[in-house]
């Protein structure tokens, strides 16, 4: 089974923090992408990858970084935590070989920022 | 810009029943739609997923209609049962293994 892998369940950081949220899956997928999930909202993407050191912004990179040095890791990080960046953070990943659409998520990581 | 619009924002459904969720997309160019499902504590999961070429499919109690002309797909869940209650998101994405685009999700539960 495809397993993707976020570093915490829940996070409590303070305004102005850099935080970093760590994802790792473990089937040699090409493709992994960073959503958060706000009620009402639906998933919005913030960044993606399609390789190693490879990095494209989403709908909503405002106030993000993303990091892959190794292809089964990928981070997201802000730079400057914010209230308004309190949410769900959901990591996925896809195989990117054409063969298959679908993405696996991880758990999700829920972000307070106080 | 909302380029997938999903609706209702909750349902509330009778064991047995139908759960019906609509979404309608603007981007012609979109190749793929999935539906995925989230229950609590987890994150979403794939459930079903349709091409523009076909205007059905069916997987067991879980249906996809899709309407290429009107832009409009729709999942219905037949004999609706209480494991059924979670968060349904419909999705688009316009190349293989490209970015998705969600709607904003629908809260269904099913009621014993």
């Known amino acids: 089974d495809v397993k993707v892998t976020q570093s915490s369940r829940y996070l409590v950081k303070r305004t102005g923090e850099k935080v970093f949220l760590e994802c790792v899956q473990d089937?040699?997928?090409?493709?992994m992408f960073w959503y958060r999930q706000d009620p009402g909202l639906g998933l919005r993407l913030i960044y993606f990858?399609?390789?190693?050191?490879?990095?494209e912004k989403g709908d909503i990179p405002e106030g993000y970084s993303v990091s892959r040095e190794k292809k089964e890791r990928f981070s997201l990080i802000l730079e400057s935590a914010s209230t308004n960046q309190t949410s769900m953070y959901l990591c996925?990943?896809?195989?990117?070989?054409?063969?298959?659409?679908?993405?696996?998520f991880g758990p999700g990581t829920r972000l307070t920022v106080t | 810009q909302q380029q997938v619009k999903q609706s209702p924002q909750s349902l509330i459904v009778q064991k047995g029943g139908i759960s019906i969720i609509n979404c309608a997309y603007e981007?012609?160019?979109?190749?793929?739609f999935p539906w995925y499902q989230q229950f609590p504590g987890k994150g979403p999961a794939l459930l079903i997923a349709?091409?523009?070429?076909?205007s059905e499919k069916k997987e067991g109690r879980f249906t996809i209609s899709f309407n290429k002309s009107a832009k409009q797909f729709s999942l219905h869940i037949m004999d609706s049962q209480p494991g059924d209650s979670a968060t349904y998101f419909c999705?688009?994405?316009?190349?293989?293994?490209?970015?998705?685009?969600f709607g904003q999700g629908t809260e269904l539960s099913v009621k014993p």
């Open positions: 990858s399609y390789d190693v050191k490879m990095k």
């Open positions: 981007n012609t160019a979109f190749d793929y």
């Open positions: 089937m040699d997928h090409e493709n």
């Open positions: 999705a688009a994405s316009k190349y293989q293994g490209g970015k998705l685009i």
């Open positions: 349709i091409r523009p070429d076909v």
């Open positions: 996925a990943s896809s195989l990117g070989d054409g063969s298959s659409y679908e993405q696996y």
